[in-house]
Protein backbone atom coordinates (compact mmCIF):
# COMPACT_ATOMS: atom_id res chain seq x y z
CA UNK A 1 0.00 0.00 0.00
CA UNK A 2 1.71 3.18 -1.13
CA UNK A 3 1.47 6.32 1.28
CA UNK A 4 2.10 9.61 -0.43
CA UNK A 5 3.28 11.84 2.44
CA UNK A 6 3.99 15.91 2.35
CA UNK A 7 5.01 18.08 5.34
CA UNK A 8 2.27 18.54 7.57
CA UNK A 9 2.59 22.27 7.96
CA UNK A 10 5.42 25.38 7.10
CA UNK A 11 5.28 28.99 7.80
CA UNK A 12 6.47 31.36 5.29
CA UNK A 13 6.31 35.45 5.19
CA UNK A 14 4.55 37.60 2.58
CA UNK A 15 6.84 38.03 -0.03
CA UNK A 16 8.81 35.21 0.50
CA UNK A 17 9.75 31.87 -1.07
CA UNK A 18 8.44 28.15 -0.17
CA UNK A 19 8.99 24.65 -1.68
CA UNK A 20 6.29 22.06 -0.42
CA UNK A 21 7.34 18.48 -1.49
CA UNK A 22 5.34 14.89 -2.26
CA UNK A 23 7.07 11.68 -1.31
CA UNK A 24 5.98 8.32 -2.01
CA UNK A 25 6.79 5.44 -0.44
CA UNK A 26 7.27 3.32 -3.40
CA UNK A 27 10.34 4.82 -4.81
CA UNK A 28 10.77 8.19 -6.69
CA UNK A 29 8.36 10.38 -7.78
CA UNK A 30 8.63 10.34 -11.59
CA UNK A 31 6.77 12.21 -14.46
CA UNK A 32 4.63 9.12 -14.99
CA UNK A 33 2.95 9.56 -11.38
CA UNK A 34 1.71 12.88 -13.62
CA UNK A 35 1.94 14.46 -10.10
CA UNK A 36 -1.21 17.34 -9.43
CA UNK A 37 -1.00 19.88 -7.16
CA UNK A 38 -4.35 21.30 -5.17
CA UNK A 39 -4.80 24.08 -2.63
CA UNK A 40 -8.05 24.10 -0.99
CA UNK A 41 -9.32 26.85 1.29
CA UNK A 42 -11.95 26.36 4.59
CA UNK A 43 -15.16 25.76 3.35
CA UNK A 44 -14.62 25.41 -0.39
CA UNK A 45 -13.34 22.59 -2.54
CA UNK A 46 -10.22 22.03 -4.03
CA UNK A 47 -9.07 24.21 -7.11
CA UNK A 48 -6.14 22.32 -9.49
CA UNK A 49 -2.84 24.74 -9.88
CA UNK A 50 -0.18 22.17 -11.40
CA UNK A 51 -0.89 19.28 -13.65
CA UNK A 52 1.82 16.74 -14.62
CA UNK A 53 4.66 18.13 -12.38
CA UNK A 54 5.00 21.58 -13.55
CA UNK A 55 1.87 22.83 -16.03
CA UNK A 56 -0.47 25.57 -14.75
CA UNK A 57 -4.16 26.06 -15.85
CA UNK A 58 -5.04 29.19 -17.35
CA UNK A 59 -5.98 30.52 -13.76
CA UNK A 60 -3.12 29.38 -11.91
CA UNK A 61 -0.73 32.56 -11.14
CA UNK A 62 2.32 32.24 -12.17
CA UNK A 63 4.29 32.38 -8.61
CA UNK A 64 3.31 28.67 -8.10
CA UNK A 65 5.63 26.13 -10.00
CA UNK A 66 6.00 22.35 -10.06
CA UNK A 67 8.55 20.11 -10.41
CA UNK A 68 10.42 17.41 -9.37
CA UNK A 69 13.10 17.60 -6.97
CA UNK A 70 15.50 14.84 -5.54
CA UNK A 71 12.56 12.24 -5.87
CA UNK A 72 9.73 14.16 -5.07
CA UNK A 73 7.23 16.03 -6.61
CA UNK A 74 7.65 19.95 -5.20
CA UNK A 75 5.28 23.31 -5.44
CA UNK A 76 7.26 26.18 -4.79
CA UNK A 77 5.67 29.03 -3.97
CA UNK A 78 7.51 32.93 -5.35
CA UNK A 79 6.35 35.67 -3.45
CA UNK A 80 3.75 34.42 -1.45
CA UNK A 81 0.99 36.33 -0.76
CA UNK A 82 -1.60 36.28 2.24
CA UNK A 83 -4.20 34.61 0.10
CA UNK A 84 -1.90 31.72 -0.34
CA UNK A 85 -2.44 30.60 3.40
CA UNK A 86 -4.70 27.25 2.39
CA UNK A 87 -3.85 23.57 2.73
CA UNK A 88 -2.20 22.00 -0.62
CA UNK A 89 -2.82 18.53 -1.44
CA UNK A 90 -0.42 16.73 -4.15
CA UNK A 91 -2.07 13.78 -6.35
CA UNK A 92 0.18 10.96 -7.46
CA UNK A 93 -1.76 8.39 -10.45
CA UNK A 94 -0.22 5.03 -9.54
CA UNK A 95 -2.21 3.20 -12.97
CA UNK A 96 -4.24 0.87 -12.47
CA UNK A 97 -4.74 1.12 -8.92
CA UNK A 98 -5.89 4.74 -9.62
CA UNK A 99 -4.51 7.95 -7.39
CA UNK A 100 -3.43 8.53 -4.38
CA UNK A 101 -3.23 12.26 -2.43
CA UNK A 102 -0.76 13.13 -0.04
CA UNK A 103 -1.71 14.19 3.26
CA UNK A 104 -1.42 18.03 2.74
CA UNK A 105 0.13 20.43 3.84
CA UNK A 106 -1.17 23.93 5.66
CA UNK A 107 0.81 26.75 4.82
CA UNK A 108 0.63 29.58 7.63
CA UNK A 109 1.59 33.19 5.58
CA UNK A 110 2.86 35.30 8.80
CA UNK B 1 -18.50 27.54 -18.27
CA UNK B 2 -17.87 24.36 -16.90
CA UNK B 3 -20.06 23.36 -14.12
CA UNK B 4 -19.85 19.95 -12.02
CA UNK B 5 -22.75 19.93 -9.51
CA UNK B 6 -22.98 16.86 -6.65
CA UNK B 7 -26.49 15.60 -5.51
CA UNK B 8 -28.37 12.95 -3.48
CA UNK B 9 -26.02 13.28 -0.46
CA UNK B 10 -28.12 12.95 3.11
CA UNK B 11 -28.18 11.01 6.45
CA UNK B 12 -27.94 7.35 6.06
CA UNK B 13 -27.95 4.31 8.89
CA UNK B 14 -25.03 2.43 9.15
CA UNK B 15 -25.16 -0.80 6.40
CA UNK B 16 -27.88 1.58 4.78
CA UNK B 17 -27.34 2.60 1.13
CA UNK B 18 -27.11 6.05 -1.27
CA UNK B 19 -26.78 6.79 -4.65
CA UNK B 20 -25.18 10.25 -5.70
CA UNK B 21 -24.99 12.17 -8.73
CA UNK B 22 -22.94 14.59 -10.70
CA UNK B 23 -24.81 16.31 -13.39
CA UNK B 24 -22.35 18.20 -15.85
CA UNK B 25 -22.64 21.27 -18.19
CA UNK B 26 -20.31 23.40 -20.08
CA UNK B 27 -18.52 20.84 -21.30
CA UNK B 28 -18.88 17.62 -23.70
CA UNK B 29 -19.54 15.12 -20.92
CA UNK B 30 -18.46 11.84 -23.52
CA UNK B 31 -15.19 13.33 -24.32
CA UNK B 32 -13.87 13.09 -20.15
CA UNK B 33 -13.41 10.46 -17.85
CA UNK B 34 -14.45 11.31 -14.15
CA UNK B 35 -13.12 10.67 -10.87
CA UNK B 36 -15.03 10.48 -7.11
CA UNK B 37 -12.94 12.28 -4.22
CA UNK B 38 -14.16 12.66 -1.15
CA UNK B 39 -12.87 14.44 2.20
CA UNK B 40 -14.30 12.87 5.80
CA UNK B 41 -14.62 15.79 8.26
CA UNK B 42 -11.22 17.52 9.16
CA UNK B 43 -9.02 15.25 7.24
CA UNK B 44 -7.72 15.24 4.09
CA UNK B 45 -9.19 14.23 0.32
CA UNK B 46 -9.22 10.33 -0.41
CA UNK B 47 -9.79 9.44 -4.61
CA UNK B 48 -11.78 6.64 -4.56
CA UNK B 49 -13.20 5.61 -8.04
CA UNK B 50 -12.57 6.97 -11.78
CA UNK B 51 -14.51 5.61 -15.41
CA UNK B 52 -13.57 6.17 -18.99
CA UNK B 53 -15.49 7.93 -21.10
CA UNK B 54 -17.18 5.16 -22.51
CA UNK B 55 -17.38 3.50 -18.80
CA UNK B 56 -15.52 0.32 -19.85
CA UNK B 57 -12.84 1.20 -17.62
CA UNK B 58 -13.52 1.50 -13.80
CA UNK B 59 -10.89 1.58 -10.68
CA UNK B 60 -11.92 2.19 -7.30
CA UNK B 61 -9.84 2.62 -3.82
CA UNK B 62 -9.45 -0.17 -1.55
CA UNK B 63 -11.79 1.40 0.87
CA UNK B 64 -14.78 1.40 -1.43
CA UNK B 65 -14.26 -1.39 -3.90
CA UNK B 66 -16.90 -4.29 -3.53
CA UNK B 67 -19.37 -1.69 -2.05
CA UNK B 68 -19.37 1.30 -4.14
CA UNK B 69 -20.44 1.73 -7.53
CA UNK B 70 -19.24 4.45 -10.49
CA UNK B 71 -21.48 4.82 -13.56
CA UNK B 72 -22.04 7.42 -15.57
CA UNK B 73 -24.75 8.56 -18.60
CA UNK B 74 -23.24 10.12 -21.40
CA UNK B 75 -27.18 10.92 -22.60
CA UNK B 76 -27.89 12.85 -19.19
CA UNK B 77 -24.19 14.23 -18.50
CA UNK B 78 -24.57 12.75 -15.62
CA UNK B 79 -22.00 10.73 -13.58
CA UNK B 80 -23.13 8.42 -10.35
CA UNK B 81 -21.77 6.38 -6.92
CA UNK B 82 -23.78 3.97 -5.76
CA UNK B 83 -23.11 3.32 -2.05
CA UNK B 84 -23.84 0.38 -0.66
CA UNK B 85 -23.27 -1.33 3.07
CA UNK B 86 -22.14 2.55 4.28
CA UNK B 87 -20.01 2.55 7.21
CA UNK B 88 -19.03 5.34 9.58
CA UNK B 89 -16.35 5.52 8.18
CA UNK B 90 -17.76 6.65 4.94
CA UNK B 91 -18.80 9.64 6.04
CA UNK B 92 -18.23 12.68 3.87
CA UNK B 93 -18.27 15.54 1.23
CA UNK B 94 -17.87 13.86 -1.88
CA UNK B 95 -17.04 15.84 -4.77
CA UNK B 96 -16.92 14.48 -8.16
CA UNK B 97 -13.80 15.96 -10.41
CA UNK B 98 -12.98 16.19 -14.30
CA UNK B 99 -10.25 14.26 -15.59
CA UNK B 100 -8.02 15.52 -18.14
CA UNK B 101 -7.36 13.81 -21.43
CA UNK B 102 -5.72 10.20 -19.86
CA UNK B 103 -4.30 9.77 -23.34
CA UNK B 104 -1.91 13.06 -22.58
CA UNK B 105 -2.04 12.80 -18.21
CA UNK B 106 -3.77 10.97 -15.69
CA UNK B 107 -4.65 14.55 -13.47
CA UNK B 108 -7.55 16.28 -12.42
CA UNK B 109 -8.92 19.98 -13.62
CA UNK B 110 -12.09 20.60 -12.77
CA UNK B 111 -14.01 19.93 -9.22
CA UNK B 112 -17.61 20.33 -8.21
CA UNK B 113 -18.61 21.95 -5.11
CA UNK B 114 -19.66 18.36 -2.97
CA UNK B 115 -22.47 16.57 -1.50
CA UNK B 116 -22.34 15.75 2.08
CA UNK B 117 -22.63 11.84 3.17
CA UNK B 118 -23.40 10.94 6.88
CA UNK B 119 -23.14 7.73 8.12
CA UNK B 120 -25.02 7.38 11.43
CA UNK B 121 -27.46 5.66 13.47
Known amino acids: QTVVTQQPSLTVSPGGTVTLTCASSAGAVTSYHFPNWFQQKPGQPPRTLIYSTSNRHSWTPARFSGSLLGGKAALTLSGVQPEDEAEYYCLLYLGGAGWIFGGGTYLTVL | EVQLVESGGDLVQPGGSLRLSCAISGFTFSNYEMSWVRQAPGMGLEWISYISRSGRTIYYADSVKGRFTISRDNGKNSLYLQMNSLRAEDTAIYYC??????????????WGQGTPVTVSS
Open chain 2, 97 to 110: ARMMDMAVTASVDY
